[in-house]
């Protein structure tokens, strides 16, 4: 749209300059939406695996505690 019209004013460089403007600013808000979306899913997913360390180290501990008694 802007590239036609650019061409029927003359205006081609100003009008594509334009566009790359418009279209940048739209790829940056995109990724912030991504970003924000991704960052409380990434915070569960590394309490999930802290959470399987912490169960891998205290489980044989727990288990040796009942053999002993």
Do not use: C, H, Y
């Amino acid at each position: 749209m802007f590239s036609r019209l650019g061409e029927q004013t003359g205006q081609l460089p100003v009008m594509l300059d334009r566009a790359a403007r418009q279209l940048g600013a739209e790829v940056q808000r995109r990724a912030m939406q991504m970003a924000t979306i991704l960052e409380p899913l990434l915070i569960v997913a590394m309490g999930g695996v802290v959470m399987l360390i912490v169960l891998a180290v205290l489980l044989p501990i727990i288990q040796l505690n009942t053999w002993v008694k």
